[in-house]
């Protein structure tokens, strides 16, 4: 199904060259990348969207799935001249930026996963998925989603980073049920993705807080390894102290991490687009 109108989108920064795309993680939207975009070194183009059912972002009547989150930033950044991009998602973001270099290899120009896997779901984690869906469904809130952040965020955060627990504690309440629910089932049907990486020879940055319980360093080196098969370029930044929200707990290692994989990038020859 094609939508009709497009994702909220936000140039978190101005710049030339390639434009670094953020995807934000669940359940949240692109407030989630702010500080990290304002940590990159100037003239580096960043555009933050809104993935389906989160921050600005209506549902369209689609089934729930990635492949379609991954075409709706596909089609929304064509739309706006971008036809090419350095894609960068943390967690769900990862995973709809791997469904966009799978089903688009020509937009995408590098790839960073930040605090995510290439891995689908086990069928325990499906389970607990469809539950919690059902759960916002039925009481139309997001009371199921709202103790996130103690696993979002590390030990750390939690003793000197207090002020991000009700940061991200109101950007998941403003979150519509609806978009959590839909996006609780795309991401229990997310296949997975990892002989994409083995075939992805471009620039990638894998990131990951080394303090992270849902995406654990394992999956960041699974990855890694996956790409490395390709040929790629690849970096592997463990950040200390961070979790689940690296860009949000440490907003300046992460920025680093992408300012270099912009810069891996740029130095390569420029790919054509269609928009050529
Ligand atoms: C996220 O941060 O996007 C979530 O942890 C993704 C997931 O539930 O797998």
Redesign the pocket.
Known sequence: MTRTTPLNTIDLRTGGGLPLVLLH??P?DVRMWSACAMALPPGIRAIGVDLPGAGHSDLDGARPALEHSAECVHDTLRGMGVGNAIVVG????G?VALALADLYPDFVSGLGLV??KSVA?TDE?RAK?RRIANAVEESQTVDAVLGMPAV?LSEVSAAERRNLFPVLESWIRSQSPAGVAWT?RA?AARPDRTAVLEKFDLPVAVVVGAQDV??PRDEAEHMAAAARTAGADVTLTEIPGVG?MAPVEDPQAVADALADLHQRVQARPRRRTLLD
Request: aromatic fraction near 10%.
């Open positions: 993680g669940f949240l943390l967690s769900l973001g995973y605090d995510t779901d984690v998925r979002l609780q991401m849902l995406s689940h």
